[in-house]
């Protein structure tokens, strides 16, 4: 559901300029207590990972691109009011076909995930309870038949037990706001992907596990750390299920706040021009906290 045409003009400019940003390190050259310091005109934080990976290979690519691409994803959020916990919030994922360069070295892909979420916190003792209550939309730029958009809201329950190796867990459930049926195919208006719910599903399930080890990084003051994130979630019409494997581990030749990332997805909605593609895709590059 959107308002107005529907265009792509503006996507692959500003993917080339967040690209520039990155590789420029305008986002992890903050860490997340001065990216969060009031004192800051327009104070962010990271919201969902930070990643770029450089190497990716989908092992089930078909001939309309390369198996090997890059793949990368810039989530930042921002509380909008001091004394209530409400947040706007941005996710913008993108599929380089880097590798290309018979094609010019395209962007096969980019999705625009913005939202708005409530989210009060509290704590019980050493545990640490959330509850995200939001609503988002999800879109990928196109037209005609390459489209693909939806709108839907959620109820994410959240708990973190630090003191068990860090332990982070969540249950993210959520319905989609529906669209009418399109007509012609091409029809700008009308629903994009009325299978995305039998394929996704209705809620996924996270959880998180980190650690520190005795070595230091090159400051020589912050533990190197490594962290263990498993994400599962099924649709009716997905017969063995999604899931979502990331390892990251910092080195003590990278700075703080750097990860070696290793990223493994199975199953439907690795992105939305294929959602309704069973994408095995493994990968390997940088993560940012």
């Given amino acids: 559901m959107r308002i107005g045409p529907k265009t792509k003009s503006w996507g692959p400019p500003v993917v080339k300029v967040l690209w520039l940003v990155w590789l420029l390190g305008m986002v992890p050259v903050f860490p997340r207590q001065a990216l969060a310091e009031p004192g800051l005109v327009f104070p962010l934080e990271p919201y969902k990972d930070n990643y770029l990976l450089f190497y990716t290979w989908d092992h089930t690519a078909g001939a309309d691109r390369m198996a090997q691409e890059a793949v990368f994803q810039i989530s930042l959020k921002k509380r909008a009011r001091d ?21 010019s070295r395209p962007f096969r892909e980019t999705n625009y995930n913005p939202e708005v979420f409530v989210e009060p916190a509290w704590e019980d003792g050493t545990i640490g309870w959330s509850l995200r209550l939001g609503v988002e939309h999800e879109s990928n730029g196109q037209s005609g038949d390459q489209s693909r958009s939806w709108n839907r809201y959620y109820v994410w329950p959240q708990m973190a037990v630090p003191d068990w190796w860090g332990l982070t867990t969540s249950l993210k459930v959520w319905n989609r706001f529906q669209e009418e049926k399109k007509k012609p195919p091409a029809d700008s208006f009308g629903d994009d992907n009325p299978r995305i719910l039998d394929l996704l599903g209705y809620a996924e399930w996270r959880i998180s596990l ?3 080890s005795g070595q230091s990084d090159n400051t020589g003051d912050a533990p190197l750390g490594h962290r263990l994130d498993v994400m599962v979630r099924k649709g009716a019409q997905d017969p063995h299920g999604t899931w979502q494997v990331d390892y990251r581990f910092n080195m003590p030749t990278l700075n703080r706040g750097m990860y070696v990332h290793l990223q493994y997805f199975e199953g439907y909605g690795n992105s939305l021009i294929d959602f309704d593609k069973r994408i095995k895709r493994a990968g390997i590059g940088f993560s940012f906290r």
């Fill in 83 to 103: 004394d209530f916990p409400l947040y706007l919030a941005y996710t913008q994922k993108s599929f380089w076909q880097v590798y290309d360069d018979h094609h």
């Fill in 210 to 212: 980190e650690g520190t």
